[in-house]
């Protein structure tokens, strides 16, 4: 008759392990399916650093290209004020003229 006790007590221990075992294995995390729409920190990081890069170099030849129509604008500013001045200066050429030719007609009636 003990025999037949400490078999029940061996089943009882083992049934109640067996319990034991399976609510922690309740709260154990289970494998997890990756995310198909996951993208590591390592890609989102560089997609961002070249956005970074590519709007950093486009605002650079901004700048450049603003430089160059200005210089352009600066280089038209004097050929438009050397032409005015050469436009002036043959004016000036043409009165120049016109006087002397006109003090010679003055001179051959006078």
Known sequence: MFEAKK???????????????????KFKPKPAAPDPNFV??????ANELEAVRAARAEAKEAARQKQIEAEEAEIAAKRAER??????TKAEQKA?????YAARQARRRG
């Not at 032409?83 to 002036?88: I, P, T």
């Open 40 to 45: 590591p920190r390592e890609v989102i990081r």
């Open 7 to 25: 078999a029940g007590l061996t089943d009882r221990l083992t049934a109640q392990a067996e319990a034991k075992k399976a609510l922690l294995a």
């Open 83 to 88: 032409k005015e001045r050469k436009q002036l």
């Open 96 to 100: 120049k003229r016109d006087a002397r």
